[in-house]
């Protein structure tokens, strides 16, 4: 049981290319979701589901896309990545609205 | 707008004194209570959760107390460890089963010396 895995675990950018990050959870859960930590800064929410095949937007949605395909697996994408977008990213799983279930983060960094 | 404040924003300790960290928040309405230990380069753990009608919940050396009228937690750490180094925060949910009804504080944190 691995819990909730995040890859890449760290990723180096240029202005303008993209990205994919993969979160993958073991424990059956509804909702998954896509934060940023930024220094100083609470969790903020990126996008979340509460289900395979439905996304919703977060507090800072601007700038990335996600998708749901299976319940597995929740990814986030990054269409043309800006140094305003270098940050720690964490996913997380939860059964339905209760204890999230947080991934180790992926440092992503945007030159 | 929903708010949660923590206090302070950083402490220093020496090992097996004890602390004490704050939590002060404007979500409304207010479901949950939780606090989180997060570790660096780790995602955070969730240590206690409260709700409304608790006032006081144990995890080991980990005591959180709420006081939903005044709208505030603690968490209490007793006889600190080297391993209780790390960000604590605090994240309050407002009721719904929606995913976007949690808000996070901005943490403590903490450092425990020899």
């Known amino acids: 049981n691995a819990g909730v895995t995040q890859t890449p675990k760290f990723r180096v950018l240029k202005t303008g290319q993209s990205m994919t990050l993969l979160c993958a959870q073991d424990m059956n859960h509804e909702y998954m979701y896509w934060y940023r930590q930024d220094p100083g800064m609470g969790l903020r929410l990126i996008h979340y589901s509460v289900g395979e095949g439905t996304t919703a937007k977060g507090e800072v949605p601007d700038g990335y896309n996600v998708s749901r395909l299976k319940k597995q697996n929740f990814l986030l994408g990054l269409e043309s990545a800006a140094p305003s977008q270098t940050s720690v990213y964490f996913c997380?799983?939860?059964?339905?609205?209760?204890?999230?279930?947080f991934g180790p983060g992926t440092r992503l960094t945007v030159t | 707008k929903n708010q949660v404040e923590q206090s302070p924003q950083s402490l220093i300790i020496l090992e097996g004194k004890n602390c004490t960290l704050q939590?002060?928040?404007?979500?409304?309405?207010?479901?949950?209570l939780r606090w989180y230990k997060q570790d660096t380069g780790r995602g955070p753990v969730s240590l206690t959760i409260?709700?409304?009608?608790?006032n006081t919940k144990s995890n080991g050396r980990y005591t959180a107390t709420l006081d939903a009228d005044t709208k505030q937690s603690s968490l209490h750490i007793t006889a600190s460890q080297l391993s209780d180094s790390a960000s604590y925060i605090c994240v309050v949910s407002a009721e719904g089963n929606a995913g976007n009804m949690l808000t996070f504080g901005g943490g403590t944190r903490l450092m425990v010396k020899p």
């Open positions: 997380a799983s939860s059964l339905r609205a209760y204890e999230q279930y």
């Open positions: 939590c002060n928040y404007t979500v409304s309405p207010f479901s949950n």
């Open positions: 409260m709700t409304f009608s608790e």
